[in-house]
Nanobody
Framework: QVQFAESGGGLVQPGGSLRLSCAAS????????LAWFRQAPGKQRELVAS???????IYADSAKGRFTISRDNARNIMYLQMNSLKPEDTAVYYC????????WGQGTQVTVSS
């Protein structure tokens, strides 16, 4: 059973922007703090940003000031607005609970390159 469906990735030039989307079930949105993670080739998966149901956010240092996490609890969609993208942001991006406790989706590839 697919619990998360990520979309919105692509190829973008340095300095560009992308908005990622994550769809999940209503029960997941109701129960969990949700987060975006990313995994670059040869590296461990890392947390990028998280958001509680009431809107409290946490960002990795690498994301602060450039990325914005948001969630639409009525539509069961979470977003990650990414601005001023850098080549080091290249990774597969995933959504999950903030502890990564549920099954991982396929992720969405973000490639930042000129």
């Amino acid at each position: 059973q697919v619990q998360f469906a990520e979309s919105g990735g692509g190829l973008v030039q340095p300095g560009g922007s992308l908005r990622l989307s994550c769809a999940a079930s209503r029960i997941i949105f109701r129960l969990y703090t949700l987060a975006w993670f990313r995994q670059a080739p040869g590296k461990q998966r890392e947390l990028v940003a998280s958001m509680t149901r009431d809107g409290t956010t946490i960002y990795a240092d690498s994301a602060k000031g450039r990325f914005t996490i948001s969630r639409d609890n009525a539509r069961n969609i979470m977003y990650l607005q990414m601005n001023s993208l850098k080549p080091e942001d290249t990774a597969v991006y995933y959504c999950n609970t903030d502890s990564g406790s549920l099954d991982w989706g396929q992720g969405t590839q973000v490639t930042v390159s000129s």
